[in-house]
């Protein structure tokens, strides 16, 4: 497994959001994004998780809600990657991912740009 410390993948992840659009992140409302060494235990597999409320399906109900909850797990991209540039690459097309689900877009039309 390739080595890289938590405060160096946390800077790769800071890197992806840096390269998101500006005209993108002005538009995300209510969000956080975390490193986590782990996902789940029954997602061993899972390199990022989005939980929330998409901006696509709030109403006038969402205020005084909790921020949406992006995680990006370390542990298992260092696990498939095998060189520093193939988790630079994994971890951005994973923060974009994840925050694409924030905007509402789905798995199967992020697959299609490639995003999967």
């Given at each position: 497994?390739?080595?890289?410390?938590?405060?160096?993948?946390?800077?790769?992840?800071?890197?992806?959001?840096?390269r998101?659009?500006?005209?993108?992140?002005?538009?995300m409302?209510?969000?956080?994004?975390?490193?986590?060494?782990?996902?789940?235990?029954?997602?061993?597999?899972?390199?990022?998780?989005?939980?929330?409320?998409?901006?696509?399906?709030r109403?006038?109900?969402?205020?005084?809600?909790?921020?949406?909850?992006?995680?990006?797990?370390?542990?298992?991209?260092?696990?498939?990657?095998?060189?520093?540039?193939?988790?630079?690459?994994?971890?951005?097309v994973?923060?974009?991912?994840?925050i694409?689900?924030?905007?509402?877009?789905?798995?199967?039309?992020?697959?299609?740009?490639?995003?999967?």
């Amino acid at each position: 497994m390739l080595e890289m410390t938590r405060e160096e993948f946390e800077e790769l992840v800071a890197e992806a959001l840096d390269r998101i659009p500006p005209e993108l992140t002005r538009l995300m409302d209510n969000v956080a994004v975390f490193v986590e060494d782990e996902p789940p235990a029954d997602d061993p597999e899972l390199l990022g998780l989005y939980e929330g409320t998409p901006l696509t399906d709030r109403g006038e109900w969402y205020a005084g809600v909790l921020p949406d909850r992006i995680t990006i797990y370390r542990g298992p991209t260092l696990r498939m990657c095998g060189s520093r540039e193939e988790v630079v690459a994994e971890t951005e097309v994973t923060v974009v991912h994840e925050i694409a689900h924030h905007f509402g877009i789905d798995d199967a039309r992020l697959h299609a740009l490639g995003y999967g």
